[in-house]
């Protein structure tokens, strides 16, 4: 069965720094994207970026990078410079190809940046 | 704005009672998803939709429904509501490319259901 983990529940970044947020995933389909959305405090969800799992370079969307280890089975998000906006709940999820894609979410992480 | 609408905003009824939920997915998006989020189950796929058609089922509940209409238009019903049902309720669209093509979902602003 597919499974997406994100083992960092809170984490907190200085104004301007980079951080990293975790997410590894488990499945046997070869055939596979992954997805990290942003969830502030409004409560909507917005789509940031987007890697396939035949794609041979790391996805990048402005501020935001995916760090994709295939072999690792990690899709870790990177963002640059962050702003106090960045404060938000982020969620990993995967998509299977051969099933629709329907999202499978991670249990997300909640980044607070400090002025 | 992601271009999907989502009625009501805000939900509050009663155990026992029933409501539908609405979702207008964006120009050109054939696929209709929902989903389910709350504090214990996290983000949970219940149902998907393609060009008024079922296409795959997740966790969701045989008290709860859903149809797509001609006009692309999704709607969730739930009925015999439960306490455990209180939760923010998200409908996503998709273009739906060919298989193996990239399918981002772009999320409506959800629905926030209260049941008391």
């Known amino acids: 069965a597919q499974k997406i983990t994100q083992t960092q529940p809170g984490m907190f970044v200085q104004e301007k720094e980079a951080v990293t947020l975790d997410c590894t995933y488990d499945?046997?389909?070869?055939?596979?994207?992954l997805f990290w959305y942003k969830q502030p405090s409004s409560g909507e969800m917005i789509f940031l970026i987007y890697?396939?799992?035949?794609?041979?370079q790391n996805a990048t969307e402005g501020r935001y990078s995916l760090n994709f280890q295939k072999a690792r089975k990690s899709a870790n998000l990177v963002i640059s410079a962050s702003q106090l906006g960045d404060s938000a709940m982020y969620f990993c999820?995967?998509?299977?190809?051969?099933?629709?894609?329907?999202?499978?979410f991670g249990q997300g992480t909640e980044l607070s940046v400090k002025p | 704005d992601s271009g999907v609408t989502q009625t009501p905003k805000h939900l509050i009824t009663a155990t026992g009672q029933r409501v539908t939920l609405r979702c207008s997915p964006r120009?050109?998006?054939?696929?209709v998803y929902w989903y389910q989020q709350s504090l214990d189950q996290g983000l949970q796929f219940l149902i998907q939709?393609?060009?008024?058609?079922?296409?795959a089922k997740g966790n969701i509940l045989e008290r709860f429904s859903a149809q797509q209409f001609p006009d692309l238009h999704s709607e969730l019903n739930l009925s015999s509501l439960e306490l455990g049902d209180s939760a923010l309720y998200f409908c996503?669209?998709?273009?739906?490319?060919?298989?193996?093509?990239?399918?981002?979902?772009?999320f409506g602003p959800g629905t926030r259901l209260l049941v008391l």
């Open positions: 120009s050109g998006d054939l696929s």
């Open positions: 890697q396939g799992s035949y794609d041979q």
């Open positions: 996503a669209s998709s273009v739906h490319l060919r298989r193996g093509g990239r399918e981002t979902q772009y």
């Open positions: 999820a995967m998509s299977r190809y051969n099933q629709g894609g329907k999202l499978i």
């Open positions: 939709y393609y060009n008024g058609e079922e296409r």
């Open positions: 499945t046997s389909d070869p055939s596979y994207g």
